[in-house]
């Protein structure tokens, strides 16, 4: 018998002919969750994921694209932190479209205490009366206090002065300190050192006119300016520096501003007022026990570290003068691992007049953290006629 078709062959037999149908395979991976440190910390900030099983073709994404991102190059998943604490990575087999999750836990840099402090630069007269620092499209970025002119200095990591920004329609009554965000620059004429400020004035400026301008010296007008009223509770006329309402430090946190009091009397504490734009929709007091002073603030949003750095003062010729030099590390702030590292930062002058001597520490303003997790400050100048001279310096810490 030869084959009619395609099922009857020469033996005799007739088969019926089968199709061979791969069916999907479900979709596996090596493992279903990773810990990864931030940019900024000693863990590193990648771990990889395999596909073990699935059909050949996937995506991935995150669902918290600013704590962690997701790439993948054939079967291998590359994830990197970018700040704490926790996302979910999304990974899709695009023929079943089946689904499976990452969950990436991501670890703070520990900064624990500073192993020293490294002298970089004494400061251009013309920011004598830093008070504030930032780091931003790579530089330091400080400004004068108490009438100076309505300038942003942008410095190098060296401290020399390489531009300025003049905010136009700005007015510097008592700059104190600055802060940014993804889009913004926010600037705080908030100083109150004889408490019977009536209002304060934060001013916004946007870093894309900045980039806009290009380099050189600019003139950049202020996108929005912020009006505040008294704090309530403020002691208003309680006399200069002899109360707890002059402010001089702001973060931004989460998009929000955060004002914290200087506290001339009582060092045991801080209060920190939260604003979503003009508006308080937060005030409390931080019983941290700081110990000084506060005059400068910096928030390390990748790592959730609120950094504090101020001084201690002490009675010299009847005018209250730096003691000691301080700073505060809130790590984990908030949190119920929440933990504080308190520095003392040492710098020093021996001064002397007459038969009498002291030790005059240097009058610290400001701190800020740059993109690889260094962290610099800057003391004002302090000046006593016949017995303190000390210039505005710049300074790095080691961690």
Same mark, same amino acid.
């Given at each position: 018998m030869?084959?009619?078709?395609?099922?009857?062959?020469?033996?005799?037999?007739?088969?019926?002919r089968?199709?061979?149908?791969?069916?999907p395979?479900?979709?596996?991976?090596?493992?279903?969750?990773?810990?990864?440190?931030?940019?900024?910390?000693?863990?590193s900030?990648t771990?990889?994921?395999?596909?073990?099983?699935?059909?050949?073709?996937?995506?991935?994404?995150?669902?918290?694209?600013?704590?962690?991102?997701?790439?993948?190059e054939?079967?291998?998943?590359?994830?990197?932190?970018?700040?704490?604490?926790?996302?979910?990575?999304t990974?899709?087999?695009?023929?079943t479209k089946?689904?499976?999750?990452?969950?990436?836990?991501?670890?703070?840099?520990?900064?624990?205490?500073?192993?020293?402090?490294?002298?970089?630069?004494?400061?251009?007269?013309?920011v004598?009366e830093?008070?504030?620092?930032?780091?931003?499209?790579?530089?330091?970025i400080?400004?004068?206090?108490? +009438?100076?002119?309505?300038?942003?200095?942008?410095?190098?990591? /060296?401290?020399? =002065? $390489? !531009?300025?920004?003049? %905010?136009?329609?700005?007015?510097?009554?008592?700059?104190?300190?600055?802060?940014?965000?993804?889009?913004y620059?926010?600037?705080?004429?908030?100083?109150?050192?004889?408490?019977t400020?009536?209002?304060?004035?934060?001013?916004?400026?946007?870093k894309?006119?900045?980039?806009?301008?290009?380099?050189?010296?600019?003139?950049?007008?202020?996108?929005?300016i912020?009006?505040?009223?008294?704090?309530?509770?403020?002691?208003? +006329?309680?006399?200069?520096?002899?109360?707890?309402?002059?402010? /001089?430090?702001? =973060? $931004? !946190?989460?998009?929000? %501003?955060?004002?914290?009091?200087?506290?001339?009397?009582?060092?045991?504490?801080?209060?920190?007022?939260?604003y979503?734009?003009?508006?308080?929709?937060?005030?409390?007091?931080?019983?941290?026990?700081?110990?000084?002073?506060?005059?400068?603030?910096?928030?390390?949003?990748?790592?959730?570290?609120?950094?504090?750095?101020?001084y201690?003062t002490?009675?010299?010729?009847?005018?209250?003068?730096?003691?000691?030099?301080?700073?505060?590390?809130?790590?984990?702030?908030?949190?119920?691992? /929440?933990?504080?590292?308190?520095?003392?930062?040492? %710098?020093?002058?021996?001064?002397?007049?007459?038969?009498?001597?002291?030790?005059?520490?240097?009058?610290?303003?400001?701190?800020?953290?740059?993109?690889?997790?260094?962290?610099?400050?800057?003391?004002?100048?302090?000046?006593?006629?016949?017995?303190?001279?000390?210039?505005?310096?710049?300074?790095?810490?080691k961690?």
């Amino acid at each position: 018998m030869s084959p009619q078709n395609g099922n009857d062959f020469k033996d005799g037999f007739t088969y019926q002919r089968l199709l061979n149908i791969e069916l999907p395979k479900e979709l596996k991976l090596s493992v279903n969750s990773v810990s990864v440190g931030t940019p900024t910390s000693k863990k590193s900030n990648t771990a990889s994921v395999t596909i073990t099983s699935g059909n050949g073709t996937y995506s991935v994404k995150s669902r918290h694209p600013k704590k962690a991102v997701a790439s993948i190059e054939g079967n291998t998943i590359t994830i990197t932190g970018k700040s704490v604490y926790s996302a979910v990575i999304t990974v899709t087999d695009e023929l079943t479209k089946e689904q499976k999750q990452i969950n990436v836990a991501i670890e703070p840099k520990a900064y624990g205490t500073p192993k020293g402090v490294t002298y970089i630069k004494t400061l251009d007269p013309k920011v004598k009366e830093t008070s504030g620092l930032i780091y931003w499209n790579g530089h330091l970025i400080t400004h004068n206090d108490s +009438g100076g002119k309505p300038k942003l200095y942008c410095l190098n990591k /060296e401290g020399e =002065i $390489v !531009r300025t920004i003049t %905010l136009q329609g700005a007015t510097n009554r008592d700059w104190e300190d600055i802060a940014p965000d993804e889009d913004y620059i926010y600037v705080g004429d908030i100083g109150n050192n004889v408490g019977t400020l009536p209002s304060f004035k934060i001013y916004k400026v946007s870093k894309q006119a900045i980039l806009a301008k290009g380099e050189g010296n600019i003139i950049v007008p202020v996108a929005e300016i912020l009006s505040f009223p008294k704090l309530d509770g403020a002691n208003a +006329g309680s006399g200069n520096m002899k109360h707890d309402w002059d402010m /001089e430090s702001l =973060i $931004v !946190r989460d998009g929000k %501003l955060s004002i914290f009091t200087k506290q001339w009397m009582t060092q045991t504490q801080t209060k920190r007022f939260e604003y979503n734009g003009s508006k308080m929709i937060k005030k409390e007091t931080l019983n941290l026990d700081p110990g000084f002073t506060v005059t400068g603030a910096e928030y390390d949003e990748v790592n959730n570290t609120l950094f504090l750095i101020g001084y201690s003062t002490q009675k010299i010729r009847g005018k209250d003068v730096p003691k000691n030099a301080r700073m505060m590390i809130v790590q984990n702030w908030g949190k119920s691992n /929440e933990s504080i590292v308190k520095y003392d930062i040492g %710098l020093k002058k021996r001064v002397s007049v007459f038969i009498f001597s002291w030790n005059i520490a240097y009058q610290m303003e400001a701190i800020c953290i740059d993109e690889e997790g260094d962290v610099y400050i800057t003391n004002d100048k302090l000046y006593k006629k016949g017995y303190i001279n000390i210039p505005a310096q710049l300074y790095k810490l080691k961690f």
